[in-house]
């Protein structure tokens, strides 16, 4: 299991946020008594893009850029852990006590670090399995050239626009020149 | 400068997307004589979620979970850099004569590997200083408690539901169940 640090080295600094994805990422790992991934093994969906979503990263291989991070943009610290192997999911969040825990410590931002990291795992997880159905693979597309910039896109990313290949940033450019020449000749 | 090694333990196996991402990434670093960010001092702005932006995170420290990476999906490989500390920008793509001499050339996998961490940066890496405004900076939302479920969730992400606050999954399981229950009275 890669270390608090490691996350840390990966974020750039030491957060309550990394922390608390730390703990919750290593509690998936052990229910799965799983590695980390070095392909799409397992994939994560991760409910926002704050800083534990660095620790989930660094800990479970679930990366960016490896298709195997998916993320649903709902504001909510929950991660959903899929195992390929096994085709078992956990949903990890925080216990309902947890925010009412929170409220009641006055601790400095390091005391909170250092809680967050040595407290039982039953105080500040919640790790219940679910059934969902598995992810997709990510899939290695195509790729054409964009005939007005001549750069490389992705085949599923194009537009044509007056006959031609247009990647999206050159369509977008394209048209704003249209409107702009339509309203000088008004 | 973080190694490509520490790049390939991150990303969790060597490929030729993420030796390219390393070498456009190096390439930004070297330019701006920046470190990796430890916060928020580079903003990188990718076109793709492909392996090469998992270089982007290990070399530059933009990462998913530090809002200083953000994800245009332009499917595209191409990784614009914003320097905090000068207000330049750079856009980092492959030259034009890339694709070209990629289809001049017949290399194993491994190989290609090598080819790509070895050549000329000038074969491979097409930089240009741009001028774009500079990004938003991360912000830190409050939270509140979704009244259906009683999870924490941010306060820009949520709805109101019979004049209860309630997180987005909530929303939908709840306007799912007055459809169906619409459906079931007709």
């Not at 703990?23 to 534990?52: P, Q, W, Y």
């Not at 005939?147 to 599923?156: A, K, P, R, S």
């Amino acid at each position: 299991m890669r270390s608090y640090l490691e996350a840390v080295q990966f974020h750039g600094h030491s957060c309550p946020g990394l922390a608390m994805g730390y703990r919750m990422t290593k509690a998936a790992l052990d229910h799965f008594s799983h590695g980390r991934a070095e392909d799409e093994e397992l994939v994560a969906i991760v409910e926002n893009d704050a800083c534990g979503t660095d620790a989930v990263q660094v800990l479970s291989g679930c990366t960016f850029g490896k298709g195997n991070l998916i993320f649903k943009d709902h504001g909510k610290m929950v991660y959903t852990f899929y195992n390929r192997n096994s085709g078992k999911a956990i949903r990890i969040s925080r216990p309902a006590e947890f925010k009412e825990t929170l409220n009641h410590i006055d601790l400095s931002r390091e005391e909170m670090i250092d809680w967050i990291l040595s407290v039982s795992e039953v105080e500040i997880v919640k790790l219940v399995e679910i059934k969902i159905p598995e992810p997709e693979f990510a899939r290695i597309l195509k790729t054409v050239i964009c005939e007005y910039c001549g750069e490389t896109v992705t085949e599923t990313r194009v537009h044509e626009l007056n006959g031609k290949i247009s990647c999206i940033p050159c369509f977008k450019k394209q048209n704003k020149q249209i409107i702009k020449q339509g309203e000088q000749q008004k």
